[in-house]
């Protein structure tokens, strides 16, 4: 089946992350993003000024909320392609989703075309968090030709559970693979 699978693949696609889904923290349990990313003194000058200027505790209370939304990561993805048919891997990159735990990319957007699938073919999808100091790796998953070939005999993105490859940083991948041209 896997044989027959492979034999049916081994023409040129293109091959678009669709999605993905980010676990809610990282795996050492810190958040991705957030207050608590702050150095020790710009959290104490932070936490100075809102109880300066609210004694009440309002601002500090809306200001954890937003923490919340601001904890999630923001995903800056790469595809990288590579093909025993191909002299050099083939990579696209494109900029963050903002705070996001399950980004998605429109069509076209995040795509490798005409890529020319063998039996030694591999799409790599490196995630990462990108910060204003330092960026944090989110992770890099790895589908093989048979999962690529899948992808393509499915109508419409497959979802891949990738979990075990990242720590379940990443926990799932969706790409579309389409046949070249159409």
């Known amino acids: ?51 300066s200027v609210d004694s009440s505790g309002k601002l500090a209370e809306m200001v954890g909320g937003a923490a919340t939304e601001i904890a999630r990561p923001d995903v800056a993805a790469t595809l990288e392609f590579r093909s025993d048919a191909e002299a050099a891997p083939y990579s696209v990159q ?38 204003m100091s330092s960026d944090d790796p989110i992770g890099k998953v790895v589908l093989t030709t048979s999962q690529i070939c899948k992808a393509e005999a499915m109508d419409g993105a497959m979802t891949v559970n990738v979990a075990d490859q990242t720590s379940g940083q990443i926990e799932s991948v969706s790409v579309l693979v389409v046949r070249s041209g159409k």
């Open 1 to 51: 089946m896997i044989f027959s699978l492979l034999l049916a693949c081994a023409h040129s696609v293109d091959i678009t992350l669709t999605g993905a889904r980010i676990a809610p923290q990282m795996a050492s349990n810190t958040p991705w993003d957030g207050p608590e990313k702050l150095n020790p003194e710009a959290k104490g000058l932070l936490d100075s000024v809102l109880s």
């Open 94 to 131: 494109v900029p963050e989703v903002p705070n996001n735990l399950e980004p998605t990319w429109g069509p076209g957007l995040l795509t490798i075309k005409n890529a020319a699938i063998t039996g030694k073919s591999t799409l790599s999808i490196i995630l990462v968090d990108k910060d």
